[in-house]
Structures are given as structure tokens and as C-alpha cells.
């Protein structure tokens, strides 16, 4: 099995700031990285997939990188509407997801 | 428009079953693959199955494997999660999800998701 592991777990950051999450794969997944956002008592959206891709509709603030086992989701500007916790989820061997991480507002 | 509707969800008992049904409208359903995800109260994300658009592959979590089985009915729009076995480990809001793309082998990632269906498994 693919374990994936994000970090930090947590972190509060001020309107504006650039935020960046981590995460990384047990083994090599190439770019079968994908990114969600989940607000409390909804579904989770698809924000990246493919490591890089930005989905359909997504602002382009967010952005995704990386490859192999390490990867990186960036927000340039943090906006209110950002606050969320956010999964990482690899499909390279079957489908898992990261333990995720919450992003609030400072 | 993409809908999911998942339904069939309550408390039932250690030990007992419970089906669910994930009712699609909006698109090809028999064109997408589609899965089931769960998520513990308070917890993360948890992938438990997938199914191929024609229902021909199939795969599991370990930690369902055995206890659960994922079908669809292409002629009626519909996914389902039979779940049997049920632990309280078990207790999460199940969402099923759909493909973002009708790729043969499926695209791995999930563009479409229900509003989910709460399974509680307690004495």
C-alpha cells in the first residue's frame, strides 16, 4: 500500500500570505498526485490533479508541483474563502489520501 | 448537471448490513468510473472502492475487503455499496464520486462527489 503523509497538519496564515503544503508518497507515484479542499459539512472539490493541473474552474491562485514522491500545493494570496483543509490523494497503486491539513486564518 | 445522490444510510448494529445507493443524473453514467469514499466523524478521507464503467474491475480498501462489494446498474444510473459485517470502525459519511474523466482505466481523480449518506454502526 501507498502511504501518503502531509505537512503541517495545521497552519494559520494572514489574508494575502503565501501558504504551501506538502506531501509525499511511500514510493515513487509519478505525477498521480491530485489536490482537494474540503469546508466543514461539505464534499470535498477537486482543486489539482495530475500534480500540476489546475481543474476546470479553479482560480489560479492555487497551483500544484512536484513528481516522483514529493510534492507541493501552493496558494499565492490567501483569500477568507480559502479556509478549508486540504487533501493530498495519490492513484499511482489503488486510491489513498493524505491525513490532511487545516488552514485558517490568522 | 452532474448530480450524485447517495441514500440508505442510518444506524444499524455491530455485525449488521446495510446497502447504499448513489443515484446519478446529468451524464453517461455507464461512461465513468466511479468510486466510494469515506470519512470518519472528524476524521480524513478514506478510499474504500472502485468500480470500472462497465463494472467488470473492481477494488477495495484492506480494511473492507471481504465485507463490502461495489456494483452498478448502467440501466438505472446507479452505484451501490453493499456493506455487510459492519464494525463500529465502520461509522463515516460515505460519498461516491465520479470520475473526472471517462478515461478506459479511469483518471484517478474524483470532479463529481454526492452530499453524502451517514452510516452509524452502535449498539
Known amino acids: 500500500d501507498i502511504q501518503m503523509t502531509q505537512s503541517p497538519s495545521s497552519l494559520s496564515a494572514s489574508v494575502g500570505d503565501r501558504v504551501t503544503i506538502t506531501c509525499q508518497a511511500s514510493?515513487?507515484?509519478?505525477?498521480?498526485l491530485n489536490w482537494y479542499q474540503q469546508k466543514p459539512g461539505k464534499a470535498p472539490k477537486l482543486l489539482i490533479y495530475?500534480?500540476?493541473n489546475l481543474e476546470t474552474g479553479v482560480p489560479s491562485r492555487f497551483s500544484g508541483s512536484g513528481s516522483g514522491t514529493d510534492f507541493t500545493f501552493t496558494i499565492s494570496s490567501l483569500q477568507p474563502e480559502d479556509i478549508a483543509t486540504y487533501y493530498c490523494?495519490?492513484?499511482?497503486?489503488?486510491?489513498?489520501f493524505g491525513p490532511g491539513t487545516k488552514v485558517d486564518i490568522k | 448537471q452532474v448530480q450524485l445522490v447517495e441514500s440508505g444510510g442510518g444506524l444499524v448494529k455491530p455485525g449488521g448490513s446495510l446497502r447504499l445507493s448513489c443515484a446519478a443524473s446529468?451524464?453517461?453514467?455507464?461512461?465513468?468510473?466511479m468510486s466510494w469514499i469515506r470519512q470518519a466523524p472528524g476524521k480524513g478521507l478514506e478510499w474504500v472502492s472502485y468500480?470500472?464503467?462497465?463494472?467488470?474491475?473492481?477494488y477495495y480498501a484492506d480494511s473492507v475487503k471481504g465485507r463490502f462489494t461495489i456494483s452498478r446498474d448502467n440501466a438505472k444510473n446507479s452505484l451501490y455499496l453493499q456493506m455487510n459485517s459492519l464494525r463500529a470502525e465502520d461509522t463515516a459519511v460515505y460519498y461516491c464520486?465520479?470520475?473526472?474523466?471517462?478515461?478506459?482505466?479511469?483518471?484517478?481523480?474524483?470532479?463529481?462527489w454526492g452530499q453524502g449518506t451517514l452510516v452509524t454502526v452502535s449498539s
Open positions: 464520486a465520479r470520475d473526472r474523466t471517462g478515461d478506459y482505466y479511469g483518471s484517478g481523480s474524483y470532479s463529481y
Open positions: 446529468g451524464f453517461t453514467f455507464s461512461d465513468y468510473y
Open positions: 468500480i470500472s464503467s462497465s463494472g467488470s474491475t473492481i
Open positions: 514510493q515513487d507515484i509519478s505525477n498521480y
Open positions: 495530475d500534480a500540476s
Open positions: 490523494q495519490q492513484y499511482d497503486n489503488l486510491r489513498s
